[in-house]
């Protein structure tokens, strides 16, 4: 599970998530971001993307596109910023960071696509020949000519219901062919989701779902039907330093990883370090169970439909050992609803700490810290953000985006510099 990777990678975190917790430096429903670690992490995975060659986008949607995450990620050799959706690329531009692929799982919505074409994105994803011509004329009237991405699948491919769009690989040449007339777009390549199953067996072991092998059959005959050569092949979700080699392997030039930049995806074997923890607080029993403060147990599921653990207790010392495991959180995570620790019973205020495979972030209602130190065992709160990744001052009332620019400018020059050793 999580937590034993990271205590056995990063245990400092866990002594930060209390530390900060019962001092009053972070409020409950708080996701902390280890900004040291995460920085080795996407430093180890910019690395390995160079030596084979590949784009490296940054999906920070799992961080809340926290700033100190995307230009940390950029510092390091990151080549953009991901928005699966409009909303986040409005968020991304802000802060003055890197767009590389927008609209990964979702056409930009018509009012809003000359606006995030003047961002500059690298590609932008289309589902249907309408997005398309809709991108052609906003890329005309700014005097621009946009990349896209089309996606192709199976019907019978694996992929997660309410998350697929675009074509069939029967229909993909004929009905794709419009896309090329259109004088303000250029087909560049190809995207789906996902590229590896989530399991927790060895990433070192992991191969391709079925869908990636369907996209890629899908560039041969569109490369085939209409005499072009170097459709990119773009990937996501399980991409990490590991699985980058056997993506890659099998023709892939674009890699978006997510969870592993936190280190918080399923595999037991990640290089990179586990970076983030969701820390509560106990609020009330109820029916013999703990209910801790919710509005941040976003998670999408386990391999082996595990539930996700928290540790509990007032300082790191007494929860060692003291697991609840969440039993509820409802559609609204109002509270999250645990079973007791053996021992005795947890207090009205102590610290709870949750590790969730796979968060996100971006839906959620929570807080998010952005954490320095905790390598050295000094951890210092650089920005506390609300939900709409706002920075917030100490009477939780956002400080203004040009601040909030400076102190990350700031802070990834002094600290966190591409060649610097955390």
Not at 240 to 265: K, V, Y
Request: glycine share 10%; proline share 5%.
């Amino acid at each position: 599970m999580l937590f034993d990777r990271i205590e056995r990678q990063n245990p400092n975190l866990l002594d930060a998530a209390f530390s900060l917790h019962q001092s009053g430096a972070i409020p409950a429903a708080t996701h902390v971001l280890d900004l040291d670690a995460i920085t080795g992490n996407t430093r180890l995975m910019a690395a390995e993307a160079k030596r084979l060659g590949l784009r490296a986008y940054a999906m920070t949607k799992q961080d809340g596109h926290n700033p100190y995450v995307g230009a940390i990620a950029l510092e390091q050799g990151f080549d953009g910023i991901v928005a699966v959706e409009a909303i986040q690329a409005h968020v991304v531009h802000r802060y003055g960071q890197r767009l590389g692929h927008v609209g990964h799982l979702s056409n930009i919505p018509r009012g809003q696509v000359e606006q995030v074409l003047s961002y500059s994105p690298d590609a932008v994803t289309v589902h249907t020949v309408a997005a398309a011509r809709h991108l052609s004329d906003a890329a005309r009237a700014i005097g621009r000519v946009q990349d896209v991405y089309v996606r192709v699948n199976r019907l019978d491919d694996a992929h997660y219901a309410g998350m697929v769009g675009g074509w069939t690989i029967d229909e993909c040449v004929e009905a794709i062919r419009p896309i090329l007339a259109l004088p303000g777009v250029r087909l560049a390549g190809l995207t789906t989701h996902p590229v590896i199953a989530y399991s927790d067996s060895p990433a070192a072991e992991a191969v391709p779902v079925d869908g990636f092998f369907t996209m890629l059959h899908a560039k041969e005959l569109l490369e085939a039907a209409y005499g072009i050569s170097g459709l990119r092949v773009n990937c996501a979700a399980n991409c990490n330093t590991r699985t980058f080699s056997t993506l890659a392997s099998h023709g892939a030039t674009d890699m978006e990883p997510g969870g592993a930049i936190a280190g918080s995806t399923f595999f037991p074997d990640l290089l990179e370090v586990p970076a983030q923890v969701y820390v509560s607080e106990v609020m009330h029993e109820w029916d013999g169970q703990v209910y801790t403060l919710g509005g941040g147990l976003s998670f999408i599921f386990s391999p082996d439909d595990r539930k996700p653990l928290c540790m509990v207790g007032a300082s790191v010392d007494e929860a060692r050992g003291r697991f609840m495991e969440l039993t509820e959180r409802g559609v609204i995570d109002y509270f999250g609803v645990n079973t007791p620790p053996p021992g005795p019973r947890p207090r009205v205020g102590d610290t709870a700490v949750y590790a969730i495979e796979g968060p996100q972030i971006y839906v959620t209602r929570c807080y998010v810290a952005a954490v320095t130190g905790i390598a050295a065992g000094t951890p210092v709160v650089a920005g506390l953000f609300d939900c709409a990744t706002n920075e917030l001052d100490d009477r939780f009332q956002p400080v203004g985006i040009e601040e909030t620019r400076r102190r990350v400018s700031a802070l990834v020059a002094d600290r966190y510099a591409a060649q610097a050793v955390v």
